[in-house]
């Protein structure tokens, strides 16, 4: 039987020395004149202000949740599009008329796109979406 | 376009009948929203009218061979509407009475009824799977429901950690099965499992096992099967009471389907394990840890749960005596009849449904011990009257559609000739008429505490604890009709593909 999983783990190795290999050269080539600014923890310029072990505020939660809707979105819409190039240029197998088979998926694809936009609305409606100070609204909204 | 499309439509329609309440909800914010419910009926009445014009005894298998519309499902998507618009006629005056996001609550019970119509006909292990979870997650949104309850919190929790673990059991399952044979669909992987097509791995005995094992395990949580009930008590009780009687009756029933279509299909055709005396081992064990934890509960909910733990105890060993009298008789046609173990399913529905009717009825008046029925007698004869029909049709006394579904699952055992554990079942029987009739003995032979009467008949719940009770006593006294609508339906599952 061939083992389909040498070219994964191939793959894992190829992926680990594509890394290794550049890290490996630089050390090797580069200068080595460190500073204390340059050992400093690196925050897009600026100094760090505080400490990095800090407590999220839990109300980004929702948030998280309104966003993981779209991001499951996308990972559906990826597959999708490629099956839809090849449907809509052959046709599968039990449609009638198979040259309507890519309208019927757009359809499909619209119907799935409706459903999460009616979520969206949901809960922009019911105000998931507002960074609200108001106690007793967070905890309608959270249940904390 | 697609000719089998059309026979999603059952499904369809409680999807689209959901979004809408929940459109509704989003545009309206100011109308009475128990109205919703009424909607939310509407659509599990269209959607069995929709079952019921589609519905023929041919077998439809669409969606590529991954939905399987046959007379089985139908059946089974029949029941479980019926047990849905029951429970959403219950739930009106429920959620009226006080409950926060009245409109999701019915969207959620469209939901997740939608989920379980899919997950009794789903024919490949993505679909299950998918459907599986659908089921779940709706389950735990709806049983957390009462957010200022702890109870009601801590019972969510609890599902949910189940749920979670057991859904990953399932996988591990599945990818046994797929690993085995390099198909997801059930009955591809019947055909390979029943040496019809060379396998990956020749000597497969031992993992197919572990597969079946695994995949028991995770339907068993849902069904809740013996080490997988712990959860049940807790859930039944902390939970709103209309959402205990789904979980108790749909989802389980959805479970039961499930494992019928997925056991039968894909572990009897020519597969060489017999696995019966797993089951059998675990069906006794279900039954005695069911019945003897009921005797010490004074919950009523409580009760009703480990009750639920019981009854799945004789369906598994109905299942049991199904694949045994095939065995014995060396059967080897395309069709299984599990009329015996959908005929209980009926009868449970009934007088589960029957049983949660009166609890919500008499829930804010005397509370979920049982000591506090005391006296119902005086205080409402009729509710009074009514539970101890459907405590008299749980225990299995004969004028009740109770004893018809355990008579034939006991005749399905003598059949096979399993006289031990007809023995035992009918035991456990015994012993589970202690616990219902303690209920009974409390409303009939304790005093009241309180003269208080005011109990309060809404309208809605009075109408579907009528059609419960006509039901549990109609059928109980002449069951000739019920059986012979079974019987015509051909309530089988087909094996081979």
């Not at chain 1, 100094?47 to 948030?63: D, E, H």
């Not at chain 2, 390979?192 to 000597?203: C, N, S, V």
């Not at chain 2, 919500?360 to 009074?384: C, F, K, V």
Request: with cysteine.
């Amino acid at each position: 039987m061939e083992n389909n999983y040498n070219i994964v783990f191939l793959f894992m190795l190829a992926g680990a020395a594509m890394g290794l290999v550049g890290m490996g050269l630089a050390t090797l080539i580069r200068p080595h004149r460190p500073n204390e600014l340059k050992l400093d923890t690196y925050e897009c310029g600026p100094k760090t202000v505080g400490k990095t072990w800090i407590q999220y505020n839990f109300r980004f939660y929702t948030y998280v949740l309104v966003f993981l809707l779209f991001d499951i979105e996308a990972v559906y819409l990826i597959p999708w599009a490629q099956a839809f190039k090849h449907i809509a240029r052959h046709g599968i197998g039990d449609f009638i008329f198979p040259e309507m088979a890519g309208l019927f998926i757009f359809t499909e694809m619209l119907v799935f796109l409706l459903i999460l936009i009616i979520g969206l609305i949901y809960a922009w409606k019911k105000g998931a979406l507002e960074w609200t100070k108001d106690h007793r609204k967070i905890k309608r909204m959270t249940g904390f | 376009m697609n000719t089998g499309l059309i026979r999603l439509l059952p499904e369809l329609v409680l999807c689209f009948g959901a979004l809408l309440i929940i459109f509704i909800d989003i545009i309206y914010s100011d109308i009475k929203k128990y109205w919703l419910g009424f909607l939310a009926y509407g659509f599990t009445i269209i959607s069995f009218i929709c079952l019921f014009i589609l519905g023929s005894n041919k077998t439809w298998l669409i969606v590529q061979g991954s939905y399987a519309v046959d007379g089985f499902s139908i059946f089974c998507k029949a029941l479980l509407l019926i047990a849905g618009s029951v429970i959403i006629l219950f739930s009106i005056a429920y959620v009226y009475r006080g409950m926060e996001y009245k409109a999701e609550f019915f969207a959620l019970i469209l939901f997740s009824l939608m989920s379980m119509l899919v997950l009794v006909s789903s024919a490949d292990l993505i679909l299950i799977l998918l459907a599986f979870e659908f089921v779940s997650i709706s389950s735990y949104i709806l049983v957390g429901y009462h957010r200022d309850d702890m109870k009601s919190r801590e019972a969510s929790l609890k599902y949910f950690f189940y749920g979670a673990i057991s859904a990953a059991i399932l996988v591990m399952g599945f990818s046994f099965l797929y690993g085995l044979t390099g198909e997801t669909n059930i009955y591809l992987i019947a055909r390979a499992l029943g040496g019809k097509t060379q396998l990956l791995i020749p000597d497969y005995t031992l993992l197919a096992l572990l597969g079946l094992v695994l995949v028991g395990a995770g339907f068993g949580f849902k069904i809740g099967m013996f080490p997988f009930q712990m959860w049940i008590p807790d859930v039944y009780e902390g939970a709103p009471t209309p959402v205990t009687a789904f979980l108790s009756v749909a989802s389980k029933s959805a479970g039961v389907a499930l494992l019928l279509r997925f056991f039968f299909v894909v572990f009897t055709n020519n597969f060489s394990i017999n696995w019966s005396i797993i089951l059998l081992v675990i069906s006794i064990i279900t039954m005695f840890t069911g019945n003897l934890m009921a005797i010490s509960q004074n919950n009523i909910k409580r009760m009703l749960g480990y009750s639920s733990i019981a009854h799945v105890g004789y369906i598994l060993a109905g299942i049991v005596g199904i694949y045994h009298y095939k065995i014995t008789t060396g059967y080897t046609g395309a069709t299984f009849d599990v009329s015996p173990i959908l005929i209980y399913l009926t009868a449970y529905i009934y007088m589960n449904l029957g049983a949660f009717a009166v609890i919500i009825l008499s829930e804010d008046m005397t509370g979920d011990n049982i000591p506090s029925y005391a006296g119902m007698s005086q205080r409402s004869p009729l509710l009074a009257g009514m539970l101890t029909i459907f405590m008299l049709s749980l225990a299995g006394i004969p004028p009740t559609i109770g004893f018809i579904g355990k008579f034939f699952i006991f005749g399905e055992l003598v059949n096979a000739s399993h006289y031990l554990l007809v023995i035992l079942a009918v035991i456990n029987s015994i012993i589970s008429v202690y616990y219902y009739f303690r209920v009974v003995y409390f409303m009939y032979f304790v005093p009241p505490e309180t003269e208080k009467k005011g109990f309060s008949y809404s309208l809605l719940t009075m109408g579907a604890l009528w059609a419960c009770f006509a039901g549990t006593l109609f059928i109980g006294i002449s069951p000739n009709l019920f059986i012979e609508l079974a019987k015509k339906a051909l309530i089988g599952i087909d094996i081979i593909r």
